[in-house]
């Protein structure tokens, strides 16, 4: 077998901690129920117990742990603090979360193409650095005292400008020059504590760039080879294509990159991989909960470690902050699904019986390679995860399945005559405030302490008093307010076949916030229907049309762990299929108006322009599919979140729901420039209330906007509705809100 070692490395371990500690000390320490030395000593027994879970690496990432947020480190390790926060707590810890989350905190975004999102840095012209590296060299010289084998991992300085945010029209590029003196000085600090490799992370090295950010990359890391220390530029969460001559070119001593989504990068790159130069494979997907194929993963890695020698790192694709800790606390999910799954520790044995199977031939691991072999093929043979009646209906779908049968100028004539809604239609978003009293509800039925019965009549109740709330409130379109919905996604996905849930699958999405997104296993069926007794409870109860309360098949998808076994455009149409049942046994039971939420749409978009146009024709395509299929009369909604409509219009067009809602408030009612110049025909509701704050709009203001919408839309088109669902408000915010919206919708009836 071969006389060279490979070597294993992470990316970045998750911080929340197996049980969420990190979201309880956080939250326990926001609430001053606990100290400063309190959340350190959490975190610090976090930070032990991941690296010794990393023990069997050659290199552990260290300084990836965070109190919130990587990206806002990095922002108060470079001494990028917000004017607006320089004077504020004098307590450092506190100030950093008041930038996190205090009031005019930073804006925070989605993170690339996850569900982790990041404070926004912001520049200015005026913006200087000054390197403060207190908190990561805390961590450096904890992990040297516990002996552990420390690669520090820090964001790069050129995909720290591209994630930040100009306020005053500066360039960010023009701050390179300023701000490589302070990476130059951290990486000599860090040679100075004896660290021999440092982990600089460039995911943008993965998407379209500009000449000047190519270049950028060159300059910097230029500038910076000359400290003495190793340098692994990892680039991860995608393909580097184009990017690939410059990232092997760039002058430092390793490159990782994304060997799972950019795995035909691979052999190109070997070819122009300069000597001596290590490569890092990352060949266990860091974005999934999916066992690794460790036989055919071998297959592919044995000649590559043949070429490269010693010079082959392995390590997952990305940092595993993306996927939950430890599939062993499950004890409840279902024991043929458990051998199919890997999660963060067990990635990591992955890694291990890998590297011992090219350093020391597959025979010295070849039980765990059987056991692999196993687990791999009874999840590719499984009847729980092919169902041929799945196959069959997707097969046998008639091309027009996704057409309505009409145009929305003949189809607006037939809805209007059987709804009757007045000019300027008032409605809301679907959801109404999650009490205290409806969550408990729904956990006591959930452990089993109250039987289905009570339970019902207890949701019925709730229904019954938001319907009464909405007339009192003399809103035009009524709904019944989701308070069996635990989530938009949650709900539909155990209500399916094909889904699965973890008990303790949580991944950060934002500081203590967690999500445990459902797990697509296998063909989605839907056993029976899912929302129409609820819906026809609703609608039992008023003269007004209640509207039915669905989630679109492009945010079911987007928002789980979906399967790897088959392209996600196949998963969503059996998605979509699933949901059309729904759909048609709504219009089925007389409802008149279907709502389909696509609130995940625009976040799927691929990470690279040029494969847009590809998720787009599925993703529209299932979504058609879904909505489709009624009559003439029965009148389709969808629902979108902040979304930049203008790159996408031509495909929100193909939609072709007669409405869609949309959240505007905030950008001032600018989002429809994008409906008016593509002439979208169909109807809008601009979201005019910012459901995301607790103050009460009044009518003026909401008047003001809708006039300003119908300068961009005829008024005959336009809904008056709130931003999006009201799950988060209170009753007391919510009330006098909708009050004042329905008079703003009256008065604007009038002056027409
Ligand atoms: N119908 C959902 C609600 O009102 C929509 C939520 C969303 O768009 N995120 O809660
Ligand atoms: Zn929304």
């Not at 320089?86 to 950093?96: F, G, I, M, S």
């Not at 990486?187 to 440092?198: D, F, P, R």
């Not at 998407?207 to 910076?224: F, K, Q, R």
């Not at 839907?526 to 026809?536: D, F, G, H, Q, Y």
Request: with cysteine.
């Amino acid at each position: 077998m071969t006389h060279h070692k490979v070597t294993t490395h992470n990316l970045g371990f998750p911080r929340i901690g197996p049980n969420r500690e990190l979201k309880f000390a956080l939250e326990a320490y926001w609430k001053d129920q606990s100290s400063d030395d309190e959340l350190d000593r959490i975190a610090a027994q976090l930070r032990t117990q991941n690296w010794q879970w990393q023990n069997k690496l050659d290199w552990t990432p260290v300084g990836e742990f965070s109190f919130y947020d990587h990206v806002l480190d990095t922002s108060f390790m470079l001494g990028n603090i917000p004017e607006r926060f320089r004077t504020l707590p004098k307590n450092e810890l506190d100030r950093y979360f008041q930038v996190a989350r205090g009031r005019a905190a930073g804006e925070m975004t989605k993170w690339f193409d996850t569900n982790y999102h990041y404070i926004v840095p912001e520049f200015n012209r005026s913006t200087h650095f000054a390197l403060n590296a207190t908190s990561l060299l805390k961590q450096i010289e904890q992990a040297q005292t516990e002996n552990v084998r420390a690669k520090p991992v820090i964001l790069g300085p050129v995909t720290y400008l591209a994630l930040g945010k100009s306020t005053d029209g500066v360039n960010p590029l023009d701050l390179l020059e300023s701000l490589l003196p302070a990476y130059g000085e951290l990486l000599n600090m860090l040679a100075a504590k004896g660290i021999e490799w440092v982990q600089i992370d460039e995911p943008i090295l993965v998407t379209e760039l500009a000449p000047e950010w190519t270049n950028a990359l060159s300059i910097a890391y230029h500038t910076l080879k000359s400290a003495p220390i190793k340098i692994l530029l990892a680039t991860y969460f995608g393909s580097l294509q184009e990017n690939a001559y410059l990232a092997a070119n760039l002058p430092v001593a390793g490159l990782h990159v994304d060997a799972v989504r950019g795995r035909n990068d691979i052999t190109p790159l070997l070819n122009v991989l300069p000597q001596h130069r290590v490569l890092s494979l990352g060949v266990i997907d860091g974005r999934n909960i999916w066992k690794t194929d460790l036989n055919a993963t071998l297959d592919w890695l044995e000649p590559i470690a043949l070429q490269l020698g010693n010079r082959l790192w392995l390590a997952p694709s990305c940092s595993l902050l993306h996927v939950p800790v430890d599939l062993q606390k499950e004890t409840q999910l279902d024991p043929d699904l458990v051998t199919w799954l890997a999660f963060a520790k067990q990635k990591l044995q992955e890694l291990h019986i890998l590297a011992e199977a090219l350093n020391n031939g597959r025979h010295a691991v070849a039980s765990f390679l059987h056991e692999n072999q196993t687990a791999v093929e009874s999840r590719r043979q499984s009847s729980r995860v092919n169902n041929p009646v799945v196959k069959l209906a997707l097969a046998n779908l008639a091309p027009d399945a996704g057409t309505r049968q009409s145009t929305y100028k003949e189809r607006v004539t037939k809805q209007s005559a059987r709804l009757n809604l007045p000019l300027f239609p008032t409605t809301t978003i679907g959801s109404f405030p999650q009490t205290k009293e409806i969550r408990r509800q729904r956990k006591a039925f959930r452990q089993k302490e109250i039987d289905a019965i009570t339970y019902k009549t207890a949701m019925q109740t709730e229904i019954a008093s938001c319907i009464k709330e909405q007339e009192a409130l003399e809103l035009d379109v009524l709904v019944h307010g989701e308070a069996e919905r635990n989530d938009m996604v949650e709900y539909f996905a155990e209500h399916l076949e094909g889904f699965a849930f973890s008990q303790y699958g949580w991944v950060q999405s934002y500081g203590s916030r967690c999500v445990k997104p459902p797990i697509l296993y296998g063909d989605i069926q839907r056993p029976k229907a899912m929302t129409v007794e609820w819906i026809l409870y609703a609608q039992s109860l008023t003269q007004r049309p209640v509207k039915g309360m669905l989630t679109g098949p492009v945010t079911l998808l987007n928002w789980s762990f979906v399967r790897n076994d088959q392209p996600r455009a196949i998963t969503c149409r059996q998605l979509a299929l699933a949901m059309r049942e729904e759909v048609l046994d709504l219009e089925r039971a007389g409802i008149k108006i279907i709502q389909i939420d696509e609130a995940a749409l625009r976040e799927g978009l691929p990470l690279r322009k040029t494969q847009w146009q590809s998720y787009l024709n599925w993703a529209i395509e299932a979504f058609r599919l879904c909505a489709n299929s009624v009559q003439d009369e029965t009148q389709i909604h969808t629902h979108m979140c902040y979304s930049e409509f203008n790159d996408i219009m031509p495909f929100i067009a193909q939609m072709d729901a007669d409405v869609i809602t949309i959240e505007t408030s905030r950008s001032n009612m600018k989002l429809l420039e994008a409906f008016k110049d593509f002439s979208y025909p169909n109807e809008i509701g601009p979201g005019v209330y910012d459901i995301h704050s607790p103050a009460v709009p009044d009518t003026a203001q909401m008047t003001a906007l809708m006039e300003k919408a119908a300068q961009y839309i005829p008024a005959e088109r336009l809904w008056v509705n709130p931003d999006c669902g009201l799950k988060t408000r209170q009753w007391d915010e919510v009330k006098p809100a909708l009050l004042a919206l329905v008079q703003a919708a009256q008065s604007l009836r009038q002056s027409i």
